[in-house]
């Protein structure tokens, strides 16, 4: 079952705990072993909320036919929860037709336009992404009309809950936590951090197996070639682009960037995808806090400090605290 915590789960976690200690042998044994009990990756039949039956301003998004909404469809889900289980928060953010903050509340999660040009336009995945504005939408319980804009995602749209036709049941859907899509690019890194020019050809192969796949017309030209990745920064970055196309929205990329800063022991990382979003008024003051590395992580609540009286404060915090 897919909500139990079983082997694969523990490889999952053991895995991604190992990409942040750079125990990079134990990162790529334990994905090799959840891949092989989830080998298969989401087609595009069931990749996203695209399937829009209805017409003009009032669409119909069926979650039973998006594999990131109902696990039933999703091959890759390695934990989840089914329909009256699920923790549903996140697709309370999420969903642009919802009534959570992610729709009626007006919190549209956007890719923004820079990112969405650099989208093959064979790649599938661009889809999941409104090209222009839907327009005005009215949300069911009350009638609420909100405009919902350009770029807002559907990945996690549905305008109804799974198995109902009721569209104020909108938001009743599965949830997963683990995929095999990300196991393959946990690898990718690994093995490139382990020795990059023994396995960049390997860590290439994984990479375009996540990329390839959501091509709708794939060539060859389409696959990244190793003569444009052949440094290890270079390929470095290339799992990074493709973490953030195949794993957007879903909570990753603070902490892929977080990852690589750390290993980098540099401002690269920041310098090349944080700061160039900074607004200018705010740009010093980004650049000269990111410099120090204990400033990037949240403080350990007070709470946590006096119930534990083994925890230490993160040390930037406590400076602050003393003062």
Not at 118 to 146: E, H, L, S, W
Not at 251 to 267: L, S
Request: with cysteine.
């Amino acid at each position: 079952m897919l909500n139990d915590i079983d082997l694969g789960v523990a490889h999952f976690l053991l895995a991604r705990v190992s990409l942040i200690t750079g125990d990079w042998a134990t990162a790529i044994s334990s994905c090799d072993a959840i891949l092989a009990k989830y080998p298969t990756l989401m087609g595009e039949n069931v990749y996203g909320g695209t399937k829009n039956v209805g017409s003009g301003n009032v669409p119909e998004i069926r979650p039973e036919t998006n594999g990131f909404l109902n696990n039933n469809v999703n091959p890759e889900v390695i934990l989840g929860w089914p329909v009256g289980e699920a923790l549903t928060a996140h697709n309370y953010w999420m969903n642009p037709f919802g009534e959570g903050n992610g729709g009626l509340g007006e919190g549209y999660a956007r890719i923004d336009n820079r990112l969405y040009e650099k989208i093959n336009a064979n790649d599938y995945r661009k889809n999941c992404f409104m090209a222009g504005d839907f327009g005005d939408y009215t949300y069911p319980t009350n009638g609420t009309v909100r405009f919902v804009p350009s770029y807002t995602n559907l990945k996690f749209a549905a305008t109804h809950g799974i198995g109902t036709n009721d569209k104020k049941n909108v938001g009743t859907v599965t949830c997963y936590y683990m995929r095999s899509s990300e196991v393959l690019l946990m690898k990718a890194e690994a093995l490139v951090q382990l020795d990059f020019e023994t396995n960049k050809q390997q860590a290439l192969q994984l990479v375009n197996t996540v990329y390839m796949r959501a091509q709708t017309t794939p060539t060859i030209d389409d696959s990244p070639q190793m003569a444009v990745y052949d440094e290890k920064m270079l390929m470095d970055d290339l799992i990074l682009a493709e973490r953030q196309r195949e794993l957007m929205f879903e909570g990753k990329r603070w902490f892929d960037i977080m990852r690589a800063a750390r290993r980098e022991k540099t401002m690269r990382v920041f310098s090349k995808y944080i700061l160039p979003n900074v607004e200018g008024s705010y740009y010093e003051l980004a650049s000269a806090k990111l410099t120090k590395e204990w400033a990037r992580y949240f403080p350990v609540p007070l709470s946590e400090m006096e119930s534990n009286s083994l925890l230490t404060q993160n040390p930037f915090y406590e400076t602050l605290l003393d003062k």
